[in-house]
């Protein structure tokens, strides 16, 4: 939403004469990343497309599908459950499902069609999606997302924040006195 609030009644007004009968309003922090590395590489909106613009990102702070089962527990049925970040393939968003996601965005995906093909781009990468989801559920062996649960993700487990352990012999020592 803009701060401008006739804007933001303009676009929202735009929308249901289009048709539209839902608004999805996600949350994101107050101030935007300095996205260093995506103005390194040139990335930008309108978006550029450069070599630099597909890469992956570290992020340090804590990876969605870690704190997926926990959101979904806490909330119950009473709210559905969007993940919007850390999608990359469609065996993440089959995963997100088995996590406890009710629905995913796509992140930067759609931008990555765009860029790199206009509509015909971002239909490529839904049909890519598509494809993926497909393949890791029969891998899975499944047929519906509703037989989908967190059993069905196990690699993760690998991936998670562990607390860091020092061996004693390799411990920092205090200083000697004198």
């Known amino acids: 939403m803009w701060i401008d609030r006739d804007r933001s009644t303009a676009l929202v007004d735009r ?5 539209f009968d839902t608004l999805l309003v996600t949350v994101d ?3 935007a990343g300095a996205r260093l590395r995506d103005k390194r590489n040139g990335f930008s909106m309108p978006p550029q497309l450069t070599l630099g613009t597909v890469t992956n990102k570290i ?3 804590p990876i969605p599908f870690h704190l997926l089962p926990d959101v979904a527990r806490e909330v119950g049925k009473d709210l559905e459950v969007h993940l919007d970040t850390g999608i990359m393939s469609g065996a993440d968003i089959v995963a997100a499902i088995a996590l406890g996601a009710d629905f995913t965005l796509v992140g930067r995906a759609y931008l ?3 860029m790199a093909g206009g509509r015909e781009g971002v239909d490529r990468m839904i049909e890519i999606l598509s494809e993926q989801i497909t393949r890791t559920m029969r891998l899975l062996g499944v047929t519906s997302l509703a037989e989908l649960t967190p ?4 690699q993760l ?5 562990r607390a860091l352990s020092i061996p ?7 200083p000697a006195r004198r």
Do not use: I, M, N, S
């Open 112 to 114: 990555y069609g765009l």
């Open 157 to 161: 487990e690998r991936l998670a924040p």
């Open 59 to 61: 992020d340090r702070a």
């Open 168 to 174: 004693a012999a390799t411990a920092p020592r205090p």
């Open 151 to 154: 059993a069905h993700v196990t």
């Open 29 to 31: 922090v107050p101030v």
């Open 15 to 19: 929308a249901t004469k289009a048709g």
